[in-house]
């Protein structure tokens, strides 16, 4: 039987208060995950909430049970997480591997972007190793985060169409470091997911190549995602910060559960709060008014499918605490 893991995040205030800046990414910094990746590529899927957005992405966690996929070796090289013990990996430029061959990660936003509104976006990325025998040997530029109203997915992979809403024109080539790639925009339409690569033809890209090879190859490591409508909150954020729950932790119980919990909660005088319940397609699944003087809401849908479901809790429409709970019938 898959061992299921819970963590719950903690990134504001233990307690319910309005808070304005979030991270509208979940899982962040891939530290959330159901399962470790093993000896085969392309399972970003294992991070809770993230998928393939076109071709392939790897998973790389400290938990692998292969040295290809593990953190910090593996078998693009060498780099401890920006935050935790896990990241993401894929070329980002590959033009040997097939026309525009490139890959991308994505996820769907805890809630969608509003129209006119202006955004502050944040990743960092590594270079991996440069190596003859891996035959990665390229750096580039025009990596950068691609918002859309629709998910895109391995059938159906994000455009390169020489578009990003926030993108680098800078070859990153620095293989010990981290580097943040950063910048804002307004949004245009509602958007709903959020797709890191490289969304630009070749023939738009500049490359840094070290060495000759057959194959010219720029592969990255990718960590510490961050969205927000707060000028200060991407640029100060340095990672999710995660514990995992034990049977101590009481405030969702049970967990696992077969539709039946409980959530604790803390609401201000005069502050009103719910809770909204997504599945992982980011689908609202359920929504609840919480009581001010309760302290605690039971939430039961036994119609809910067998799978692991997102919860938030809002207070005056701010999104303060988030976390998963997993439905086993």
């Given at each position: ?24 990414v ?18 970003i ?29 593996n ?65 580039v ?144 699944v359920?929504?609840?008014m ?7 809401m ?32």
């Amino acid at each position: 039987m898959k061992k299921l893991f819970l963590i719950l995040l903690f990134p504001f205030s233990f307690f319910l208060s309005p808070l304005k800046a979030q991270n509208l990414v979940y899982n962040p910094s891939f530290e959330i995950y159901d399962s470790c990746p093993n000896n085969t590529g392309c399972q970003i899927q294992y991070a809770t909430g993230w998928s393939i957005y076109r071709t392939c992405i790897d998973y790389l966690n400290s938990c692998a049970n292969s040295s290809s996929y593990g953190v910090p070796y593996n078998s693009a090289g060498f780099q401890y997480a920006a935050t935790g013990n896990a990241y993401g990996g894929g070329y980002f430029y590959f033009p040997a591997g097939g026309i525009e061959d490139k890959e991308d990660v994505g996820t769907t936003l805890l809630s969608p972007l509003a129209k006119g509104t202006k955004y502050y976006v944040s990743f960092k990325v590594s270079l991996c190793s440069i190596d003859s025998n891996l035959g990665t040997n390229a750096a580039v530029n025009k990596i950068g985060a691609l918002f859309s109203t629709v998910q895109y997915s391995f059938n159906s992979p994000a455009p390169i169409n020489n578009y990003a809403q926030v993108y680098t024109n800078t070859i990153i080539s620095d293989t010990l470091n981290w580097t943040t790639i950063s910048g804002s925009f307004i949004a245009d339409s509602v958007y709903k997911y959020l797709a890191i690569g490289n969304f630009f033809t070749d023939a738009n890209i500049s490359k840094m190549v070290f060495f000759k090879s057959n194959d010219t190859l720029a592969y990255y490591y990718i960590d510490d995602i961050c969205v927000s409508t707060d000028s200060n909150y991407c640029a100060n954020w340095t990672g999710i910060s995660t514990i995992n729950a034990t049977e101590n932790d009481n405030f969702v119980y049970p967990n696992p559960s077969n539709g039946s919990f409980t959530i604790e909660y803390q609401l201000n005088q005069g502050d009103i709060g719910k809770v909204c319940l997504y599945n992982t397609l980011g689908e609202k699944v359920g929504e609840y008014m919480l009581n001010q003087s309760e302290g605690k809401m039971n939430i039961t849908n036994y119609s809910l499918s067998n799978g692991v479901y997102i919860y938030q809790l809002y207070d005056n429409d701010n999104i303060v605490k988030f976390g998963k709970i997993v439905i086993m019938k």
